[in-house]
């Protein structure tokens, strides 16, 4: 157990729908990074907030947005889906001082129809 | 850009048979390069950080070595609980706190 939790564990709804991810980092991490992982693109970096800041993007489409509120828990919003955004959503937490290891947290497995 | 390639894609061994993986590497500037294991359906889970060129690190029956181009895992004397998919990322500090992954390669180990 990473001690990075995150919600709901998975997810099926219809295109052009709306949901909201939500991620949990361990305690004392104040950086968290959303990534995609799908068959064919492999694990890709979406978005990174520190501290309640966005802090690097990555390949994230305009129809996705996320943020980080005040107590660092972050939610990652996905609207207009559509079936190629079914993947599973990881989030991932570090302290970001020295140490720079990434801790995953379980994921969502979203499903769109 | 920053790339990392895996190989081979995917490993089949015998309970004791070692063998290592490789990832290969190309970023301006390495931060630290990582090891994660995953297993199906669920989230990477860490393994090391190598941070400079000649680097090893152990844990149990997996070794992690780096130099300037690649990084080898040795897995040696694997039993059937080593079956996962291990993947390799990179940080450039460039890039940020930003992870690289290749894309993986599964082993599976036969008892």
């Known amino acids: 157990d990473s001690g990075v939790t995150q919600t709901p564990k998975h997810l099926i709804t219809a295109t052009g729908q709306r949901v909201t991810l939500r991620c949990s980092p361990r305690?004392?991490?104040?950086?968290v990074y959303w990534y995609q992982q799908s068959l064919d693109q492999g694990l890709q970096f979406l978005i990174q907030?520190?501290?309640?800041?966005?802090?690097a993007k990555g390949n994230i489409l305009e129809r996705f947005s996320a943020q980080q509120f005040p107590d660092l828990h972050s939610e990652l919003n996905l609207s207009s889906l559509e079936l190629g955004d079914s993947a599973l959503y990881f989030c991932?937490?570090?302290?970001?001082?020295?140490?720079?290891?990434?801790?995953f947290g379980p994921g969502t497995r979203l499903t769109v129809t | 850009e920053d790339q990392v390639t895996q190989s081979p894609e995917a490993l089949r061994l015998q309970e004791g048979e070692s063998s290592s993986l490789n990832c290969s590497y190309t970023?301006?500037?390495?931060?630290?390069l990582f090891w994660y294991r995953q297993d199906p359906g669920k989230g990477p889970e860490f393994l090391f950080t190598?941070?400079?060129a000649g680097e090893e690190k152990e844990k149990e029956r997996l070794k992690a070595t780096l130099t300037k181009k690649e990084s080898f895992l040795h897995i040696t004397a694997p039993k059937p609980e080593d079956s996962a998919t291990y993947l390799c990322?990179?940080?450039?500090?460039?890039?940020?706190?930003?992870?690289?992954f290749g894309g993986g390669t599964r082993v599976l180990v036969k008892p």
């Open positions: 991932a937490s570090s302290v970001d001082g020295r140490d720079i290891e990434q801790y």
């Open positions: 305690s004392g991490d104040l950086s």
């Open positions: 907030y520190y501290n309640g800041e966005e802090r």
């Open positions: 970023v301006s500037g390495l931060r630290g």
């Open positions: 190598l941070y400079s």
């Open positions: 990322a990179v940080q450039a500090w460039a890039a940020g706190n930003k992870l690289t």
